[in-house]
């Protein structure tokens, strides 16, 4: 069969559409180029890129009001899609892109009222909202645990070092420690910023040199002389 190359500007479908093999196809699939022509295929789920680290039983917290590390990343217990590396320090993020955060770290200490607060540290710094209080209450019959829950999204690039962070809210400078099994961090991204790309040289593809011109006298062509849908640059005079 000869091939037939037709131009228009939109393709308007009230009837169904078939592969290369005569098939309709069915609802939810979609069609894919093969090397001999087409074909119905499901089409494939996303792998989600994400990681859940425990956390570290008995790590001591920061007992001041200004946020410090807390080297309490413990093991990974859930990886997917990419490569993550971690350590009690830090989790190094392998892919730029936009990522959400979560964490409910529980903190005990033999104090009344102790009060910690943990946030995300990148490289090193403090970034982002603080989490909930940890309230601790304590005293006779009391409750000598409390959880720190934070969700953020913040933007990060390849390499770049998730910490944790806490301070201690209030005057109570007695030492704390995190509880592992009431704790965990998780990681996903969830997208990766747009970029743009411009054409280098009109040779870099065919459409480039079709979509755009620069021109070289300070004569504006005539307009018979521009293809639809072109960009053209004007040299001064």
Known sequence: MAT??????????????????????????????????????????GTPILLTTAILNGTAVTTSNTFAAVNCIGSQILTSGDTWTSSSSAITIPDTGYYQISLAITTTSTAQRATDVFTIG??????GADSSNAYIRNGSNAINEAACVLTQTLQLVNGDNVTLMSKREGNITTAGT?????????????????????????AESSEATRNIIIGTSSTPPAISGVFANTIYFQREA
């Open 4 to 45: 037939k190359i037709m131009y228009t500007d939109n393709i308007h479908v009230s009837g169904e559409m078939f592969d290369s093999d005569g098939d309709p196809g069915s609802a939810g699939k979609a069609l894919i180029a093969t090397s001999t022509g087409s074909t119905w295929q499901d089409v494939p789920a």
């Open 122 to 127: 990148v490289n090193s710094t403090a970034t």
């Open 178 to 202: 995190t509880v592992g099994s009431k704790s965990v961090i998780s990681i996903r991204r969830l997208g990766q910023p747009s970029t743009t790309t411009g054409v280098i040289s009109s």
